[in-house]
């Protein structure tokens, strides 16, 4: 990797991690610039997913202050997150690496309807709390979805926290940010968990790792100070000609 690509991969960084930290999506920034220096796929996704782990702590700490009292949810949540990250990355390494190829471009596109109508079910959620519609407080669906979420972020990874939103914003009866406090914790849990595994079972591109985690957690910092000041259309239209990006430099090789 030349000096300016290790560039952009650490600018990259910092703009996953200050996305990640205010609504997620962040791998959709690093995976097409590390897809675009050469890195295959799984590599690329594998590296990106450990790269991340340190922006996802420093996100979790910037939002420390709203996680008081969610020790209880935090916990149960925490072991669907846990259990589903395993598996998404069992799945990952154990799987030809001709089905991520395969199957990466769905997720991806998956992922960017996702962040296109994360601006609805924001206002889908707040229109229930002021009907005073009480959540079902860690029911089975939520800790279903929270398991098939984790599945889906220790696979890829990309726009779990906006499933992680939506879930707990339709499921929960509480305030954004606190939930949004609980997205970074649970993403965390599932990168966390990814990562521990693929260091015993797939092959790591260091360089990108670094890179990435010292961006990631500058980026996480932002995220949560002044992340939720950017202008929302703005920051959703990146993703999504990032994410497209990808998809059509996936889909051509």
């Known amino acids: 990797m030349t000096f300016w690509e290790g560039l952009a991969v650490l600018i990259a960084g910092v703009g996953a ?10 791998t959709l920034i690093t ?3 590390l897809l675009a220096f050469g890195l295959p796929p799984v590599t690329a996704n594998v590296s990106n997913t450990l790269g991340l782990v340190p922006g996802s702590l420093s996100g979790a700490i910037g939002y420390r202050r709203e996680l008081a009292g969610q020790g209880h949810r935090l916990r149960r949540l925490g072991t669907a997150s846990l259990l589903g990250g395993l598996l998404g990355a069992y799945l ?3 799987l ?13 596109l998956l992922a960017l309807v ?14 229930r709390r002021r009907d005073g519609e009480a959540g079902s407080e860690l029911g089975p669906l939520l800790l279903i979805g929270v398991f098939l979420a984790g599945i889906y972020g220790g696979y890829f990874g990309a726009a779990q926290g906006v499933l992680l939103i939506a879930l707990m914003g339709m499921l929960l009866q509480d305030g954004m940010q606190r939930i949004n406090a609980a997205k970074n914790v649970l993403a965390l849990i599932v990168n966390g968990a990814a990562a521990v595994f693929f260091l015993f079972a797939s092959h790591i591109d260091w360089t990108a790792v670094l890179l990435i985690a010292a961006g990631s957690v500058v980026g996480g910092q932002l995220g949560a100070k002044v992340g939720r000041r950017l202008p929302p259309v703005a920051l959703r239209g990146v993703i999504v000609v990032v994410g497209l990006i990808a998809v059509t430099r996936m ?3």
């Open 114 to 127: 996702l962040v296109v109508i994360q601006p609805r079910v924001a206002r889908a959620m707040a229109a």
């Open 92 to 94: 990952l390494v154990k």
């Open 96 to 108: 030809p690496s001709k089905a991520f190829d395969t199957i990466v471009p769905v997720l991806i």
């Open 251 to 253: 889909l051509i090789s």
């Open 17 to 26: 991690g200050t996305i990640n930290t205010v609504v997620g999506s962040g």
């Open 31 to 33: 995976f097409p610039i």
